[in-house]
Structure formats: structure tokens, C-alpha cells
């Protein structure tokens, strides 16, 4: 079991930035990528970024490239999305996830519990 927890959520007006973070424990593996999704009120749960755990290789869907930076911290266990230039429509609740990797949803087997993140006009 991997267990996800996430933080920095918050509140910040329009072009504001936040940076959300995601400690993992338990039996993690270096193959493991680490991906953050996020659901919108009554939308699916889409992808942002995710990051090779060995290579650190990242990857963005379109919403996110040029105002999200995803890194991590090995011996931490940790990633950080750094989110910038923020649109109110970034509101949505922020996954974590860990798992074999890719864009999907199904790609990933351990999930955090989420955590806001609003941005007003």
C-alpha cells in the first residue's frame, strides 16, 4: 500500500500561484510515476501533470504547459506542483496519484484525498 496526502490548496485570486505538494509513504517504488489530476463540480476527473519517479521525466496536458512546474524531491518522497497565472477555471479539487503513469485514471493505483484549490476573477 502507498499512502497519498496532499496540502497547499487554498484560495488566490486570478494570475495569483499556488503550490500544492504530495508526501508519499508506505511501499513505494522507484518505477512509480506520480501524477496530479483534478475534478471539476460535475466534469470528470481530468489530467494535469505527472513525472517519472527514475527519470524525473514530466509531462503536462495543454491547460498546464507554461504555468505548471512539476518536480520532485526523492528523498522526501514528495512532489510539488508549482502553479502559476491561475485561471478561475484551475478551480477544482487536486489528486495526487501514484501508480504505473500515463494520462488516465486508470493508470494509477494509490490516490490521495484531495485538496482545493479556488481562484476567483
Known amino acids: 500500500q502507498v499512502q497519498l496526502v496532499e496540502s497547499g490548496g487554498g484560495s488566490v485570486q486570478a494570475g495569483g500561484s499556488l503550490r500544492l505538494s504530495c508526501a508519499a509513504s508506505?511501499?513505494?517504488?522507484?518505477?512509480?510515476?506520480m501524477g496530479w489530476f483534478r475534478q471539476a463540480p460535475g466534469k470528470e476527473r481530468e489530467f494535469v501533470a505527472s513525472?517519472?519517479?527514475?527519470?524525473?521525466?514530466?509531462y503536462y496536458a495543454d491547460s498546464a504547459k507554461g504555468r505548471f512546474t512539476l518536480s520532485r524531491v526523492a528523498f522526501r518522497n514528495t512532489v510539488y506542483l508549482q502553479m502559476d497565472s491561475l485561471k478561475p477555471e484551475d478551480t477544482a479539487i487536486y489528486y495526487c496519484?501514484?501508480?504505473?503513469?500515463?494520462?488516465?485514471?486508470?493508470?494509477?493505483?494509490?490516490w490521495g484525498q484531495g485538496t482545493q484549490v479556488t481562484v476567483s476573477s
Open positions: 513525472i517519472s519517479w527514475n527519470a524525473g521525466r514530466t
Open positions: 508506505g511501499r513505494t517504488t522507484s518505477s512509480y510515476a
Open positions: 496519484a501514484a501508480g504505473p503513469g500515463g494520462s488516465q485514471v486508470g493508470g494509477y493505483d494509490y
